[in-house]
């Protein structure tokens, strides 16, 4: 296995950490995680037992990816940023002993290919951010996020669309939305970004 791993970072020996990945100082990869090629977790990253990451993904500095996180392919994690997985987080069980591990059930956050989650942002789990979306810095995402869509606020919201390069599509009336990056144009067809030629 040929992967980067600075001497202050702590990498279970039961990971998995794909070819050409870099992760760095301080970080903490738990047993179990599984990343692919060419990643990179930064400074002070947590990725947690089990979690999933495809190829060519961005962790960035102190973001905490909690179990059962799933990160498909280019996925952009931006500093500080939390995937949560308690949907109802308690210390201590009604009778007041001390949560254990069989006292909770875990869920996950799935962000699909190309998707990118801005510094400090929270996605609150179980929830989905759609492939090539945007969840723009300082947002909780409480609810799934379409692909493609751009979301911003506290709870956050859909203010736009964008493409795949993260540009913001203009809207030029009737459902139609054009990249000005590119020229390319989409359509919004039941609530879903489509490529198309007009």
């Known amino acids: 296995m040929s992967y980067r791993a600075v001497e202050s970072a702590e990498v279970s020996p039961e990971a998995t950490i794909g070819d050409g990945s870099s992760v760095w100082h301080l970080c903490q990869i738990r047993e179990g995680a599984v990343l692919g090629e060419n990643c990179v977790v930064g400074r002070g990253a947590y990725i947690g037992t089990g979690v999933r990451m495809g190829d060519n993904c961005k962790v960035q500095n102190y973001a905490l990816v909690y179990e059962p996180a799933v990160l498909g392919d280019g996925v952009f994690i931006g500093p500080a940023v939390v995937l949560t997985n308690d949907t109802y987080p308690r210390a201590i069980n009604p009778d007041g002993s001390l949560k254990s591990a069989s006292d909770w059930e875990a ?11 801005g510094a400090r942002s929270v996605c609150v789990a179980p929830v989905r951010i759609g492939a090539w979306s945007l969840v723009a810095a300082g947002s909780v995402v409480t609810k799934d996020v379409p692909a493609h869509a751009l979301v911003a606020g506290v709870p956050a919201r859909q203010i736009g669309w964008v493409s795949r390069t993260g540009t913001r599509l203009e809207d030029h009336g009737d459902g139609w939305l054009v990249d000005p990056a590119s020229s390319t144009t989409y359509h919004v067809i039941d609530g879903q970004l489509e490529e198309t030629t007009q």
């Open 107 to 117: 869920v996950g956050v799935t962000i699909d290919t190309g998707a990118s989650v």
